[in-house]
C-alpha cells in the first residue's frame, strides 16, 4: 500500500486525549466510541480466533495483561468472547492514565481488574502472565520506550505476546474519514484518529528494531501485529 503521503512517522503530533486538561465530557465520550469502533477495526475478533483461543485451550484459566488498557474495551472483549467459549480467565488492565482507569472500572468485573502502573512497575514486581496485550500503544512511542516496551512485555509473558496496532498507509488515513466522522462532534476519535495513523509505525520500519523472538503479521484493513512467543 502505498506512503507518498505518511512518508515518515509524525511523532511531533499529540493526540488530544494525551492533554492532561482536555474537556472531560468529550474525554469520556471517545472511551465509549472506543468500545463501539474497536471490534471492527482492530480485528481484535480474527486476533482471538487465531491466537487467543489456541492459548486458552491450554490454560483455560489463564492470566491476562493488558498494557494501556485505556477505557477497558479491549479487556472486555476478549473476556466476553472467551468465556463464550467456556474459559475461565481473568484479566488486569494496567494503565497510567487515571482518567481512562476511571472510565474502566464503572462496569465491575470480578474477572477484570484495573491498575495505574507501568509495564517497568510489573517487571520489578516478578508478575507473569499467560497472554500479555496490547491496543493501540505502539504509535505512541518512540524508538527507546519501544524497545523498553517490549523487552517488558516479553519479560511478563510466559507464553504469548500480542501487540495490536495500526499499519501506516495513506489509505488508511483517507479511509478513517468517513468511518470517524459521526464521532467528531462529540469526542477526540477524528482528529486523535488521524494523528494516530501519522504516528504509526510501518513494518518495515518495526522489523529492524525487533529482537529474537518476535515477529510481525500484518492484516487488512491497515492493522498490524506483533508476536512473541516464549515458554518457560
Known amino acids: 500500500m502505498p506512503r507518498w503521503i505518511l512518508a515518515s512517522r509524525r511523532t511531533d503530533?499529540?493526540?488530544e486525549m494525551d492533554d492532561p486538561s482536555c474537556d472531560p465530557v468529550r474525554l469520556d465520550r471517545t472511551y465509549a466510541w472506543f468500545a463501539r469502533?474497536?471490534?471492527w477495526l482492530t480485528r481484535w475478533n480474527a486476533v482471538y480466533r487465531r491466537h487467543v483461543r489456541p492459548l486458552l485451550r491450554q490454560a483455560p484459566q489463564a492470566r491476562i495483561l493488558d498494557l494501556g488498557c485505556g477505557g477497558g474495551d479491549v479487556a472486555r472483549l476478549l473476556l466476553a468472547k472467551a468465556r463464550r467459549d467456556g474459559f475461565a480467565p481473568s484479566v488486569l488492565g494496567a494503565d497510567p492514565d487515571l482518567r481512562a482507569l476511571?472510565?474502566?472500572q464503572r462496569l465491575p468485573d470480578p474477572d477484570l481488574t484495573f491498575r495505574a502502573c507501568l509495564s517497568s512497575d510489573l517487571v520489578a514486581e516478578g508478575d507473569r502472565f499467560d497472554l500479555v496485550i496490547s491496543n493501540h500503544v505502539l504509535h505512541h512511542l518512540d524508538d527507546d520506550t519501544l524497545l523498553r516496551f517490549l523487552s517488558d512485555s516479553a519479560v511478563l509473558s510466559r507464553?504469548?505476546?500480542l501487540h495490536n496496532d495500526i499499519r501506516r498507509d495513506d489509505l488508511a488515513w483517507l479511509a478513517f474519514w468517513p468511518v470517524a466522522l459521526p464521532a467528531?462532534?462529540?469526542s477526540f476519535i477524528l482528529v486523535d484518529g488521524l494523528r494516530s495513523i501519522r504516528r504509526a509505525w510501518h513494518p518495515s520500519e518495526l522489523a529492524p528494531r525487533l529482537g529474537a523472538g518476535?515477529?510481525?503479521e500484518t492484516a487488512e484493513p491497515f492493522r498490524m501485529l506483533l508476536i512473541h512467543e516464549g515458554h518457560d
Open 37 to 39: 469502533l474497536n471490534p
Open 159 to 161: 507464553n504469548l505476546v
Open 102 to 104: 476511571a472510565h474502566a
Open 184 to 186: 467528531h462532534f462529540d
Open 13 to 15: 503530533l499529540v493526540e
Open 214 to 216: 518476535w515477529r510481525i
